[in-house]
């Protein structure tokens, strides 16, 4: 699967801005929080997640080349997608929104021209296949 960032030469009005609510409220309003684009239409955010990740008690390891730390989470709407350094890359269901939100430090990153431009500048664009060391 290969994440496109999508452009437009639109402007839009940001969306107002939300109240967070508790967990456990009104579903329809969680998953309205949900949706809403992090930085405006079509944002996809990065963070990396250096040590071992483990959903629901079983760890997680790359199916290409077996690693099993050293990810690139990815967000884009609603779905999280984990990237291994060899490039492989999958849809993960059982991590939310919520969790990539708790996951990124705070609201300053590195802007970069295209998906494909910042996955080559964090070394996740298939460059280290092969090379990964216990």
Known sequence: ???VL?????????????????T???????????????DGPGAIRCVGHSRELALGGIP???????ARRDWLLIN??????????CGNQWLEPE?????F????????????????AG?????FDGAFAGIYLE
């Open 6 to 22: 999508r452009t437009t030469t639109r402007t839009t009005e940001p969306a107002p801005a939300l109240p967070v609510l508790p």
């Open 95 to 99: 991590i939310s929104r919520a969790d």
């Open 1 to 3: 699967m290969t994440l």
């Open 24 to 38: 456990g409220t009104d579903p329809l309003l969680q998953l309205q929080a949900e949706t809403r684009p992090a």
């Open 60 to 66: 997680v390891m790359c199916s290409a080349c077996r």
């Open 101 to 116: 939100d708790a996951l990124v430090g705070g609201p300053h990153g590195t802007t970069y021209p295209s998906v494909e």
């Open 76 to 85: 884009h709407g609603r779905n999280v997608w984990v990237r291994c350094r």
């Open 119 to 123: 996955l080559a500048a964090l070394g």
